[in-house]
């Protein structure tokens, strides 16, 4: 199978430990788009804090497309233009937030490069801006008063598993629940996931699913790996990721995407 789409997931993949991408994985997409391939960021991120990393990461002439909020927005680079799915009712979003209430956990709400938190000090905004996002402590419940396309729970890591507990209990016949880091626990409408905005990209830009390969680790990782025609999981990821991809490679420490770029599809 001759790949028309390469995309990879971000933190935990393409990214390294700095939250930078290396020249190496810079020099094997290049290498692939040379060889008529078109590349793609697919992230829970969300999108506009991307569009600015893609210019600090110097990768403009190199991404074509990037999915955000875990494929609840698309956006083709060539015709600048911004496609958006799925979103979760207000009422229902105080509703979870409600549900951690005796919990020593932060909110987040995001809107373009803002991220809306319930609390934060000045090192939870330095860490922000690291992502090149906005943190700004504002009545979340205030927030509710339109539809959003995610709502994130952090927490510490000893707490996630209470987190997803009373994540269950709510038993949300509309929403997705899960991890997305150590700390980070999102949710988002049932319909959303990397996948589902990858079938639309694919639709809009005429090729099919089985022409993509994909490279992710963790579980917001794992509809998409699992829908593409070939799946890669990095080595650093999470077990539930592994069980739905149909190849691995090496850590994203040690460049995986790019090992596994030139390994098996360039070296074709």
């Not at 105080?94 to 709400?109: A, C, G, L, T």
Request: glycine share 6%; net charge negative.
């Amino acid at each position: 199978m001759k790949y028309k789409l390469i995309v990879s997931d971000l933190d935990g993949t393409l990214l390294n430990g700095q939250k930078f991408v290396s020249n190496i994985n810079k020099e094997a997409i290049r290498k692939a788009k040379e060889q008529g391939m078109s590349f793609a960021i697919a992230s829970g991120r969300p999108l506009y804090p991307i569009l600015s990393l893609i210019k600090q990461w110097e990768m403009e002439e190199l991404v074509d497309y990037v999915l955000g909020m875990n494929g609840g927005c698309i956006y083709d680079k060539a015709k600048d233009a911004q496609k958006n799915f799925y979103t979760i009712d207000g009422e229902l979003l105080k509703h979870i937030m409600d549900q951690y209430r005796d919990m020593p956990v932060r909110f987040w709400i995001f809107e373009k490069e803002k991220r809306y938190v319930n609390k934060g000090t000045e090192a939870t905004r330095a860490k922000a801006a690291l992502y090149h996002e906005d943190e700004q402590i504002t009545d979340l419940y205030a927030l509710c008063n339109q539809p959003r396309q995610k709502l994130i729970v952090e927490c510490q890591p000893e707490d996630m598993d209470m987190v997803e507990q009373r994540a269950r209990k709510l038993n949300l016949s509309t929403c997705a629940a899960f991890r997305s880091d150590p700390t980070l626990f999102e949710f988002v409408d049932k319909r959303v996931n990397k996948a589902s905005g990858l079938r639309h990209l694919c639709a809009d830009i005429g090729i099919t699913m089985d022409e993509v390969l994909a490279f992710g680790d963790t579980s917001n990782d794992n509809e998409m790996l699992k829908e593409v025609g070939h799946g890669v999981w990095m080595s650093n990821g999470t077990m539930d990721t592994f069980a739905h991809a149909d190849a691995q490679t090496i850590s994203n420490e040690e460049d995986g995407v790019a090992w596994y770029l030139e390994k098996h599809i360039l070296a074709r």
